[in-house]
């Protein structure tokens, strides 16, 4: 299924605050099963706004946990050695 671009945007909108996909559906008013689809196919524009969003807010995350990591958090420093062994197994084939 193809999406208008204002729909596309509102998805990477609500994607950005991490809204999970069945609750994008029901503020949007799209079919959910429909969007899923959309989503997996790696090839759609739904998919790569969705999927840029999600990785944008989730390196935001990353720096500012990497920001208190540097001043003692014990918690952000935990948190960013689990990014780095997640990122180490992201390289594996």
Known sequence: MSYEQNVIDKVAELAAVLTPISDIAVLLGIDEDALRIAIRDHTTA??????????????????????????????AAQLTSDYLRTMESDEDL
């Open 46 to 75: 739904v998919s790569r706004a969705y999927r840029t969003a999600k990785a944008e807010t989730a390196l935001q995350m990353r720096r500012q946990e990497l920001e208190l990591a540097r001043v003692g958090s014990p918690l």
